[in-house]
């Protein structure tokens, strides 16, 4: 039995990223958000997204931004942090990820929350003008906005895009309805994960829609 398939990795990525084009209605976007619109649905095979994303308008020059300027990025698990591709990053930008910290449990138990949301806390010396990647819990998206709240300090843009049946969709809407003036980008719904929030911060990263594809 033979098998035709393409095997030239330019062509796939090339064939991939021109179906995306035409299935997918990308015409609310501003082009920086389209291209990032565009990784997230190249990581998740899914062109239907676009109808689920909110955003502000100045989420990717805000962010981006924001990493020129040597800002840290705060993840929320490692798997999202393991994704982020460090050499994608302007200026070697440290990925930041405390859930193997030795303190979380304490502090977990104190707070009456998960040890992902007690996390947030730890972030909190260098957040202001940060970039946050939350894909996986919820409630360390809930957490931010609280942290937000009780203290002023801002992240330069949070990628918010925690998945799952409990609190993901209401912790999402919470950050689209903040009243703190917060740069966002947000896959409104059950649907995030690890996955697609990579894919959204390496896109930011990198003014070059193709230059992320080896490792995508």
């Known amino acids: 039995m033979t098998y035709e398939y393409l095997t030239d990795?330019?062509?796939?990525?090339?064939?991939?990223?021109?179906?995306?084009?035409?299935?997918?209605?990308?015409t609310r976007f501003p082009d920086d958000v389209a291209k990032v619109v565009v990784r997230m649905i190249h990581a998740a095979a899914q062109t239907d997204l676009p109808a689920d994303i909110a955003f502000t308008p100045g989420i990717v020059s805000s962010a981006r931004e924001a990493l020129w300027n040597g800002a840290p990025i705060?993840?929320?698990?490692?798997?999202?942090?393991?994704?982020?591709?460090?050499?994608?990053l302007p200026k070697q930008n440290e990925v930041v990820c405390?859930?193997?910290?030795?303190?979380?449990?304490?502090?977990?138990?104190?707070?009456?929350?998960?040890?992902?949301?007690?996390?947030?806390d730890l972030w909190l010396p260098r957040l202001d003008g940060a970039v946050v990647a939350i894909g996986n819990a919820p409630t360390a998206l809930f957490r931010l906005l609280e942290v937000?709240?009780?203290?002023?300090?801002?992240?330069?843009?949070?990628?918010?895009i925690p998945v799952g049946f409990v609190g993901a969709a209401e912790s999402k809407q919470a950050l689209i309805d903040n009243p703190f003036?917060?740069?966002?980008?947000?896959?409104?719904?059950?649907?995030?994960?690890?996955?697609?929030?990579?894919?959204?911060?390496?896109?930011?990263?990198?003014?070059?829609?193709?230059?992320?594809?080896?490792?995508a």
């Open 148 to 160: 937000v709240r009780d203290t002023g300090v801002k992240p330069a843009g949070v990628i918010g």
């Open 181 to 215: 003036g917060l740069e966002y980008l947000v896959l409104a719904g059950r649907r995030g994960g690890s996955a697609i929030t990579v894919a959204a911060v390496n896109a930011i990263a990198s003014t070059d829609e193709r230059t992320n594809k080896v490792q």
């Open 98 to 120: 405390h859930l193997g910290d030795p303190r979380l449990a304490e502090m977990a138990k104190e707070l009456g929350t998960t040890k992902t949301a007690a996390a947030v």
């Open 9 to 26: 990795a330019a062509a796939i990525y090339d064939e991939s990223f021109a179906t995306i084009r035409r299935e997918a209605d990308l």
């Open 74 to 88: 705060f993840c929320d698990s490692t798997m999202t942090a393991t994704g982020i591709i460090r050499s994608r």
